[in-house]
């Protein structure tokens, strides 16, 4: 593979999370090391390098590439970098003393430990339109539906387990809120739950459109949480590595205009501790609009 001389092509290794987060910080790699930014890896994830202006092109991988054997051993153009952890050594440190997922990302991509990242593409007009003639037709209600997210490929899950699902969604429809959950091709949805296969390209506008979302941490989080709708991500109360999950990941570190709220869930959780999440999100319910006053009669 040719790379051009002043770029460098950014292999962002493992899931949509990782990817996000690669994306997010390609401005900074393009100001900091003075190079031009393409980004590689699957390509049912090249929908990420379409949210930030500074990735000028996604690029396919090869099956069976070992990815982890990059061509350089820093960022410079010409060079294919890889943008994960050889090792994983540094995911190791993750949540000890303050130490962040977003740390890690700064020490592989060599960038200031303050640069944050770049605030992606909100959905646009047209992609809101066809996200919510896709709820409609499914027979959900823009702006009144719960999209849940209720499963992570890396991180563990802990106590938020099946029947923390459906307690939840029994909550939500009691608070006059409709239940949706995103499924994937090996998502087990709990019984009585209802579920789209969402195109991953479809979830933001979709997410934006239904008007709340929920997830269990996860790379779908990342994707996530910088769009324009109440969220709650919820955490097993469980060790990441160095130190706590909620610690070593919590969006309070991503810079975002409006953090999720976030909640920890541990073994033998309530249902009076369930309910307070569904109560957040029909606390933020469009209020209704006052009915007009009649028209004083003319004579």
Not at 14 to 38: C, L, M, N, S
Not at 111 to 136: F, M, S
Not at 234 to 252: M, Q
Request: charged share 20%; hydrophobic share 45%; proline share 7%.
């Amino acid at each position: 593979m040719t790379i051009p001389a002043d770029v460098c092509l950014l292999v962002a290794d493992h899931g949509v999370g990782d990817h996000y987060i690669v994306g997010g910080f390609a401005e900074a790699v393009r100001r900091h090391h003075g190079v031009r930014v393409w980004l590689g890896g699957r390509a049912n994830l090249a929908l990420v390098a379409g949210l930030y202006p500074a990735i000028e092109q996604y690029v396919e991988l090869p099956p069976g590439r070992d990815a982890a054997k990059a061509d350089a051993w820093k960022i410079e153009g010409g060079k294919i970098y890889y943008a994960h952890f050889p090792e994983l050594e540094l995911m190791r440190a993750v949540g000890y003393n303050g130490f962040h997922f977003l740390d890690a990302y700064r020490c592989r991509l060599g960038l200031p430990a303050g640069t944050t990242l770049t605030r992606p593409r909100q959905p646009n007009a047209a992609e809101l339109a066809a996200a919510a003639q896709i709820l409609r037709e499914n027979d959900f209600t823009p702006g009144r539906t719960v999209v849940l997210s209720i499963e992570a490929r890396t991180t563990p899950t802990g106590a938020v387990d099946a029947n923390f699902w459906t307690t939840f969604a029994a909550e939500l429809r009691e608070q006059g809120l409709q239940v949706l959950v995103n499924a994937g091709p090996a998502t087990v949805v709990p019984a009585g739950l209802r579920f789209l296969r969402l195109p991953l390209a479809a979830l933001r506008p979709v997410v934006q459109s239904a008007g709340f979302f929920c997830s269990v941490r996860s790379g779908l989080s990342d994707l996530i949480c910088d769009v324009r709708c109440p969220q709650v991500v919820v955490y097993p109360a469980v060790r990441y590595w160095a130190g706590d999950l909620l610690e070593g990941t919590t969006f309070s570190r991503f810079g975002l205009t409006k953090v999720p709220r976030e909640a920890t869930v541990k073994c033998g959780y309530t249902t009076a501790e369930v309910r307070e999440l569904a109560q957040y999100f029909s606390a933020r319910l469009p209020k209704p609009m006052p009915a007009r006053p009649p028209l004083a009669a003319t004579g």
